[in-house]
């Protein structure tokens, strides 16, 4: 059974999610609740004063054999740094330690043994960051502590979850429907790859030479034999022209990690509520 796990971060006021995937022979959420504890604990460990794990939340994925299940269960703790001291400070609040994945090269996908991934780690420790931005794992204890986690995280079967390309077609016409979505005509049938009537990711690119509202990530349904129609409302007000669109599979293959490695930068990470908060007024997105 393949999991998404979020860990929730909050404080200051601000607030950040980071979500992993994981490998568990168990298929129910709660069993894996023991593991991901261990594994906040030590993550609360590189965390500077001011910041903690707040929530871990637990959500199956699919199975091993990408078949999409459902079920989640979330669990309200708080975990934090025990170092409390002013050395243990976090500024400003937007600066994050990066770590830096490799796939597993026996347990991962072939085809995807060569990616890495790059996340953020969000709040260090000030003694352990200098002005310039670097980071020395000697102070803080931030190297013991990401070793721990580390090797938590791997002993977990943990991983992330990536984007399979199943079809890549070129784009004949564009036209807009009076709600405001739109719909894409390709040059050829793309029916068979794709399922008529089903819903999928994609990517468009190089409209009108990389210069349209439409560039960019969609959701979209198979509406005809060689025609998708946009979920959101696209804002196109000249003709578009050329371009392509990239689909991904809708369940996404699990990659596990081989490694992690803390980088020697810290990145900018800027955060936005605290993990559980009530979000604000949704915004009708309209790229255009």
């Known amino acids: 059974m393949i999991y998404r796990i979020t860990f929730g971060f909050s404080g200051k006021g601000v607030g950040w999610a980071e979500t992993h995937a994981c490998q568990s022979d168990f298929d129910n959420p709660v069993a894996l609740l023991t593991t991901m504890d261990d594994i906040a604990t030590?993550?609360?460990?590189?965390?500077?004063?001011e910041f903690g794990i707040v929530g871990v939340r637990i959500a199956r994925y699919c199975t091993d054999a990408g078949v999409r299940q459902r079920g989640v269960y979330l669990s309200k703790k708080n975990y934090a740094n025990p170092q409390q001291t002013q050395a243990y400070a976090a500024e400003p609040s937007d600066v994050a330690l990066l770590v830096k994945a490799s796939a597993d090269q026996v347990n991962a996908p072939p085809q995807f043994r060569a990616n890495t991934a790059t996340s953020f780690l969000g709040?260090?420790?000030?003694?352990?960051?200098?002005?310039?931005?670097?980071?020395?794992?000697?102070?803080?204890?931030?190297?013991?502590?990401?070793?721990?986690?580390?090797?938590?995280?791997?002993?977990?079967?943990?991983?992330w979850l990536v984007s399979e390309t199943i079809h890549d077609a070129p784009i004949s016409t564009v036209s807009q429907n009076d709600s405001g979505t739109v719909n894409i005509q390709f040059q050829n049938n793309i029916v068979g790859p794709l399922v008529q009537g089903a819903w999928y990711k994609g990517r468009v690119r190089a409209v009108n030479s990389g210069n349209s509202p439409l560039n960019g990530e969609i959701v979209c349904q198979v509406t005809a034999a060689n025609?998708?129609?946009?979920?959101?409302v696209i804002g196109i007000a000249l003709a578009q022209q050329g371009g392509w669109c990239r689909f991904y599979k809708q369940v996404m293959p699990f990659v596990r990690y081989g490694s992690l490695a803390l980088d020697d930068t810290v990145g900018n990470h800027k955060r936005g509520r605290p993990f559980g908060s009530k979000p604000g007024r949704a915004r009708r997105r309209i790229r255009g």
């Open 123 to 159: 709040a260090p420790c000030d003694v352990a960051v200098t002005n310039a931005g670097d980071v020395d794992p000697g102070k803080a204890g931030l190297g013991a502590a990401f070793a721990q986690w580390q090797s938590a995280m791997i002993a977990a079967r943990m991983g």
């Open 227 to 232: 025609t998708i129609t946009t979920r959101e």
């Open 42 to 49: 030590k993550r609360a460990l590189m965390l500077g004063r």
